[in-house]
């Protein structure tokens, strides 16, 4: 794709902002898809729970998410494989089987959890049978990514990143202390506790989790078979400079939206609950139900809505990245691009982690505290994966010239290194 002029004239064109949305993509749909229902009940608990003094955390995780993403972008963009491929192509065989079979059984229960809650949003505004909520929803999600054209899928995906806007609204009709929130956003207050250090690991975790990088490394892929002008990075070494300014653009995109979205439902939950008393949410739901009495009709209706929309965007993702996973573990034909007859297995997979995931509705996992663990999980989980995708990039054989150098891999190592911190801490609090 051409690069935009840089002038004045430009940016007067009707078609400019057009141009710039179509640079956007995997990045700015995986950082939208970071604010699913999970995210939203994390960062509501976050928020009542803590206040504005949590507030600091969106501005530690933004670079550290931007690096992990980008390197896992330019996995995918440069060798033309996912991060399951490359894991195949290079690494034990054992070593690929943990990390695939933890990354489907933890996006499964996601999936459980965000279909859970999407159906109690849905139950709280109309009333009805939660589990018809559930099957639905499911079906919408099932229909949408296994039938629609993939070039139109993406389009649908990437307008639906606007329903997160709900949660700007939210906290437009919410009275916040602004000197207040400024000052938890700049100064970070931290509490040596165990609740403290679990939920500091669930931020970081419902913000940089494992299925985020598999899903953006696939999806340049994905942009590679869909576009007949770019090619693997390894092939065509001189699309690599449109090709990294790109993904860079994308993600520091993303990855920007998705923290002032979480930032707003942060804000938004300590303004009212935590002001209020109230410090017990659970779920995003129930963050929803507990605003109505306190910020009103219009608050409680654009927060539940929200996690609707917001769903609808990350299940499909979800399962979309366990398949991707599963297949190039399987050296499946796998993609979105190909029709339904020519990846079977693919999207049988991907059905199956929906599937799945209304299972986990009937049983007897709580999906309540399924949201706030799965979040936590997440961070426990991605620390093996980061640290592999670390390796990974600074090897010739995997990246050819394009291996992740200077203050990328550094930020990279700072973001693995920061969640296995978390995790850490928050064991030793087990026992101390």
Known sequence: MPA????????????????????????????????????????????????????????????????IQEISARIGRTTGEGIAGNLRRHYPNWLLQFVVALLFVVNTVNIGADLSAMADATKLIIGGPSLL?????????????????????ALILKWMTLSLFAYVAVLLATNVPWGEALYGLLVPRITWSTAFLTTLLAIFGTTI??????????????????????????????????AFSRIRADTLTG???SNIIALAIILATAATLNKTGITDIETSAQ???????????????????????????????????????????????????????????????????????????????????????TAVINGVIAVPVMTVMMLMTAQPKVMGKFTIEGWLRWLGWASTIAMAACVVGMVVGWFV
């Open 255 to 257: 990855m920007a939206f």
């Open 4 to 67: 935009l002029k840089k002038n004045s004239k430009d940016t007067r064109e009707p078609g400019y902002l057009k141009r710039i949305f179509a640079r956007l993509g995997p990045g700015l749909v995986t950082g939208a898809s970071d604010d699913d229902p999970s995210g939203i009940g994390t960062y509501s608990q976050a928020g009542a729970q803590l206040g504005f003094g949590i507030g600091w955390t969106m501005l530690l995780t933004y670079p550290l998410m931007v690096a």
């Open 209 to 242: 989790s494992p299925y985020l990088f598999f899903w953006q490394a696939s999806q340049e892929v994905e942009d590679i078979h869909a576009n007949h002008e770019r090619k693997r990075l390894l092939n065509s070494p001189r699309q690599a400079l449109d």
């Open 287 to 373: 963050a929803a139900e507990a605003l109505r009495p306190i910020a009103g009709d219009f608050a409680f209706a654009v927060f539940a809505l929200g996690i609707v929309g917001t769903g609808l965007l990350a299940v499909p993702i979800l399962a979309g990245s366990a398949a991707y996973a599963v297949g190039e573990a399987r050296r499946w034909p796998i993609g979105l691009a190909r029709q339904p007859k020519e990846a079977v297995a693919f999207y049988s997979t991907l059905t199956a982690a929906t599937a799945l995931g209304v299972a986990i509705t009937l049983s007897p996992i709580d999906p309540i505290k399924a949201l706030y663990w």
């Open 133 to 153: 909520y559930v099957i639905v929803f499911a079906m919408i999600c099932i229909v949408g990514i296994v039938f629609v054209n993939y070039d139109r899928y």
